[in-house]
């Protein structure tokens, strides 16, 4: 199985690597994706007018299928549209949880395009042992947190997979016969332990690839190229759409991954499961200065005299990897990693830097979600034509 090798385990449910952190470079040769290269950056400012955005900038988003594609696309007029997804396996998201969706609503801001966004409350259902109640409570509280980044009503369709799976089912089915078992063991590693709802499960999160799944959303376009943005464990669920797309005559997914956001205490991957090892949307500034404070692993030396001396280790330094996040600022960020790699800052001066930025990012999110109400949700839900040129 692709990404499942003895030094590293990622799959759309794993993902695990050693001491060193994860290896993109070889889950790029096991995926089959691309680079995302200079060249290529050079490409979307020229074709967007826009300079690409800091995480692209800085490698995070780093690998991709096709996006030449949507350029393309793009450039002649014909438009594409964004589909995006989120697994409700909790109340409140985590900073990481974040990334991806302030990152496609940059991209729908860029390019004017109409976005989907699944709400994968079945797949829950499926592996977390949980009751049909709490993947819909959690799912409602989920797509509240999706909506205060600030997507527009207009563009935006979230659905729920148990909701709309009346829609999305016909291509489900064209996608399951195009599927053998054998073909899905292959690519996900399944067990004949595991109940046939996940087996079946990637025909459902590949239907929304395809335009045909969205009828009244998308107005009855069947022509729309799709732009995926996700984390690379995703990848497996699309190689197999772009495979088995030709022989149903649809045109594959293009796809932009991002690396994993690291976890608070030095981590590969930050977990929801752990809740010192990330920021959450729901908690207070005491909450995040002291787990940035107590939790954040830090690259610094153990004494000041010899922070002075050696300076800080940036590439296992978690407070400033987050900033790598959250300042936007190529010059500034360049200061700061001089400054605390030389030993001029002390972790302590960065940490605060940190606390700081975290603070006014929750406290924001805090403000706008407090404005969604049931009625928002209803209206973002809402099967309707949206909004695009």
């Not at 594409?80 to 609503?105: D, M, N, Q, V």
């Not at 046939?196 to 799944?213: L, N, R, T, V």
Request: hydrophobic content about 40%.
């Amino acid at each position: 199985v692709a990404g499942m090798g003895e030094s590293q385990k990622v799959s759309p449910w794993i993902a695990e690597a050693g001491e060193g952190g994860f290896d993109y470079d070889s889950l790029v040769n096991d995926f089959g994706s691309t680079r995302i290269t200079p060249e290529l950056l050079e490409r979307f400012e020229r074709v967007t007018g826009h300079k690409p955005h800091r995480w692209l900038r800085r490698g995070y988003f780093f690998s991709h299928r096709d996006l030449e594609r949507i350029l393309d696309a793009h450039e002649s007029g014909k438009g594409f549209y964004l589909y995006t997804g989120r697994g409700p396996s909790s109340s409140s998201l985590h900073f990481g949880h974040l990334i991806p969706f302030l990152f496609t609503k940059w991209l729908q801001d860029v390019f004017d395009v109409p976005l989907v966004v699944q709400m994968t409350d079945d797949e829950k259902y499926l592996w977390k042992n949980m009751s049909f109640e709490d993947a819909h409570t959690f799912m409602r509280d989920n797509v509240k947190d999706i909506i205060a980044l600030g997507f527009d009503v207009s563009k935006t369709f979230i659905f729920s997979n148990l909701a709309y799976m009346g829609s999305l089912y016909p291509v489900v089915v064209h996608v399951q016969r195009c599927i053998t078992g054998s073909a899905a063991r292959s690519c996900f590693g399944f067990q004949m332990t595991q109940c046939i709802g996940q087996w079946a499960f990637p025909a459902i999160q590949a239907a929304p690839s395809f335009p045909q799944s969205f009828p009244v959303p998308l107005r009855g376009r069947t022509d729309m190229l799709c732009l995926i943005p996700c984390a690379i464990d995703q990848d497996p669920y699309f190689r197999l759409t772009r495979d088995v797309a030709p022989r149903l005559g649809y045109e594959k997914p293009a796809l932009i991954h991002s690396k994993f956001f690291p976890s608070l205490r030095g981590a590969a991957k930050m977990s929801a499961s752990v809740h010192t090892s990330a920021i959450y949307l729901t908690d207070t500034p005491k909450m995040i200065k002291n787990k940035i404070n107590k939790h954040a692993f830090s690259g610094g030396k153990d004494t000041e005299e010899e922070q002075r001396r050696d300076g800080a280790n940036l590439e296992v330094d978690v407070p400033y990897q987050y900033l790598t996040f959250l300042v936007e600022d190529d010059d500034q960020l360049a200061s700061i990693a001089r400054k605390y790699g030389s030993g001029e800052l002390l972790t302590g001066q960065v940490k605060a830097m940190l606390i700081e930025r975290l603070i006014a990012l929750v406290q924001r999110h805090q403000k706008a979600r407090a404005l969604v109400t049931e009625d928002v949700v209803d209206a973002f839900m809402a099967v309707r034509p949206l909004s695009f040129k």
